[in-house]
Nanobody
Framework: QVQLVESGGGLVQAGGSLRLSCAASGRTFSIYAMGWFRQAPGKEREFVAGIIWSGGNTYYSDSVKGRFTISRDNAKNTVYLQMNSLKPEETAVYYC?????????????????WGQGTQVTVSS
């Protein structure tokens, strides 16, 4: 089993920044790829960014490319999501997820493990 714990959410004004963290524990050697997703009320969970644990290759949705940065610290078993120039429509619960795969998938159904989520609220 793998446990994921997100932190770093909060309230920020439009144009502001937040950094989310996702700490992994347990059988972390089984993780190959990690992703950040978000879900707003009444909407489907959508892919935001992903990273290959070993090689560090990163992937982004078009809507966040150039503003968000995903990174990882292997020594701390932690993945980060730096979010800049936030927009009110990006208010959502943000989740990190992990999967035993060598590629990053945008479909949340492929992920094996999920964190509990952290709320991000962007005020206008």
């Amino acid at each position: 089993q793998v446990q994921l714990v997100e932190s770093g959410g909060g309230l920020v004004q439009a144009g502001g920044s937040l950094r989310l963290s996702c700490a992994a524990s347990g059988r972390t050697f089984s993780i190959y790829a990690m992703g950040w997703f978000r879900q707003a009320p009444g909407k489907e969970r959508e892919f935001v960014a992903g990273i290959i644990w070993s090689g560090g290759n990163t992937y982004y949705s078009d809507s966040v490319k150039g503003r968000f940065t995903i990174s990882r610290d292997n020594a701390k078993n932690t993945v980060y999501l730096q979010m800049n120039s936030l927009k009110p429509e990006e208010t959502a619960v943000y989740y990190c997820a992990a999967e035993r795969a060598v590629v990053v998938h945008k479909n949340p159904a492929t992920y094996d493990y999920w964190g509990q989520g952290t709320q991000v609220t962007v005020s206008s």
